[in-house]
Antibody, heavy 116, light 108 residues
Framework: QVKLLQSGAALVKPGASVKMSCKASGYTFTDYWVSWVKQSHGKSLEWIGEIYPNSGATNFNEKFKGKATLTVDKSTSTAYMELSRLTSEDSAIYYC?????????WGQGVMVTVSS | AIVLNQSPSSIIASQGEKVTITCRASSSISSNYLHWYQQKPGAFPKLVIYSTSYRASGVPSRFSGSGSGTSYSFTISRVEAEDVATYYCQQGSSNPYTFGAGTKLELK
């Protein structure tokens, strides 16, 4: 069955960076885009961007350009997102999703807390 | 960006009641690209309806969707206790993909 297993919660200092992972299983990793979605506490969902593992092609929400970097490791079927220059506004849960016009499978989420 | 206006923001319903959520887009969307998700407290979102009216795998038949252009709706024909959640519409028609603000469904 399709699974997306994300890395654990992170506590990071303002100004630092954080890199999280999303390991896919149960399907051909290179056949589907992987999207990343942000959910701030108690709020709605924001699409950050997507990456196509086969080619490494990316598309971003303009709001997150310069903030998020998306990469993949095809050998381990793992997608990564790095967030840079973190502020309190980046404290949120971040989900990876399999992207096939719609988000049909989701990871369990990574809670990122930005605090000194 | 396409803005999705969801209403109502919250619903209190009795078990067995029919509930409908509407999602109005700021620009016309192909029905292929309008989807609905369910998020239970403390859990990740789950796809419920894709491409306006198709139920995702394993989703009970009491869930349905319809619409076209800028106006879409999501219906639970007979609410059950397990349906307590926040529901979001989402458009995948144009970058950035956007979500509605959510509708929180509670039981009376």
């Amino acid at each position: 069955q399709v699974k997306l297993l994300q890395s654990g919660a992170a506590l990071v200092k303002p100004g630092a960076s954080v890199k999280m992972s999303c390991k896919a299983s149960g399907y051909t990793f290179t056949d589907y885009w992987v999207s990343w979605v942000k959910q701030s506490h108690g709020k709605s969902l924001e699409w950050i961007g997507e990456i196509y593992p086969n080619s490494g092609a990316t598309n971003f929400n303009e709001k997150f350009k310069g903030k998020a970097t998306l990469t993949v490791d095809k050998s381990t079927s793992t997608a990564y997102m790095e967030l840079s220059r973190l502020t309190s506004e980046d404290s949120a849960i971040y989900y990876c999703t399999r992207d096939f016009y719609y988000f049909d499978y989701w990871g369990q989420g990574v809670m990122v807390t930005v605090s000194s | 960006a396409i803005v999705l206006n969801q209403s109502p923001s919250s619903i209190i319903a009795s078990q067995g009641e029919k509930v409908t959520i509407t999602c109005r887009a700021s620009s016309s969307i192909s029905s292929n690209y309008l989807h609905w998700y369910q998020q239970k407290p403390g859990a990740f979102p789950k796809l419920v309806i894709y491409s306006t009216s198709y139920r995702a795998s394993g989703v009970p038949s009491r869930f349905s969707g319809s619409g076209s252009g800028t106006s879409y709706s999501f219906t639970i024909s007979r609410v059950e206790a397990e349906d307590v959640a926040t529901y979001y519409c989402q458009q995948g028609s144009s970058n950035p993909y956007t979500f509605g603000a959510g509708t929180k469904l509670e039981l009376k």
